[in-house]
């Protein structure tokens, strides 16, 4: 399900199902390495976008936690975990975090959530529909990923 008012009618009437919820980590910055992130952004949001597809009526994708690239560690892991706690208190039992940050897997232990770094595919110059089929490639691996994290939280 996606952050809309359609499907977030559709999420209200079947929390009960919709055990987990996936948002994208966009980092932001003006500086030299713009293109860069702003790469790193549309390759997780199109993978986010295809494994909610996938994950239909089970998860639920919200819009991305954004955050300026050159903050601190500890300001980004704060803000990150506050929205994880709010994130619990809704019932969510599984949280996945996607990014192409790798700042971010010096400090996955810290994080209230499963952090998935993803290296990302600069797409700007591929035609769209090579860019679509590396990304379901991309999502395949995801999928037995984050079944493998719900089976491992049921034991």
Same mark, same amino acid.
Do not use: C
């Given at each position: 399900?996606? &952050?809309?008012?359609?499907?977030?009618? %559709?999420?209200? @009437?079947?929390?009960?199902?919709?055990?987990?919820?996936?948002?994208?980590?966009?980092?932001?910055?003006?500086?030299?390495?713009?293109?860069?992130?702003? %790469?790193?952004?549309?390759?997780?949001?199109?993978?986010?976008? /295809?494994?909610?597809?996938?994950?239909?009526?089970?998860?639920?994708?919200?819009?991305?936690? !954004?955050?300026?690239?050159? @903050?601190? #560690?500890?300001?980004?892991?704060?803000?990150?975990?506050? &929205?994880?706690?709010?994130? *619990?208190?809704?019932?969510?039992?599984?949280?996945?975090?996607?990014? !192409? *940050?790798? %700042? &971010?897997? /010096?400090? #996955?232990?810290?994080?209230?959530?499963?952090?998935?770094?993803?290296?990302?595919?600069? /797409? #700007?110059?591929?035609?769209?529909?090579?860019?679509?089929?590396?990304?379901?490639?991309?999502?395949?691996?995801?999928?037995?990923?984050?079944?493998?994290? &719900?089976?491992?939280?049921? %034991?």
């Amino acid at each position: 399900m996606n &952050w809309n008012g359609k499907d977030i009618e %559709s999420f209200q @009437q079947q929390k009960e199902y919709i055990d987990t919820l996936l948002m994208p980590l966009a980092p932001v910055s003006f500086e030299n390495d713009m293109k860069e992130v702003a %790469s790193q952004y549309e390759f997780i949001q199109l993978l986010t976008m /295809l494994l909610e597809k996938q994950f239909k009526g089970r998860m639920l994708l919200v819009p991305p936690f !954004s955050y300026i690239r050159k @903050q601190t #560690e500890e300001e980004k892991l704060t803000a990150l975990n506050r &929205w994880a706690d709010e994130v *619990d208190k809704a019932g969510f039992k599984h949280k996945f975090f996607f990014t !192409s *940050d790798s %700042s &971010w897997k /010096l400090a #996955e232990e810290k994080i209230n959530g499963s952090l998935i770094w993803v290296p990302s595919v600069p /797409l #700007e110059h591929m035609e769209d529909s090579y860019k679509y089929s590396l990304i379901e490639e991309q999502a395949k691996q995801f999928v037995n990923i984050i079944v493998h994290k &719900w089976q491992q939280n049921l %034991s």
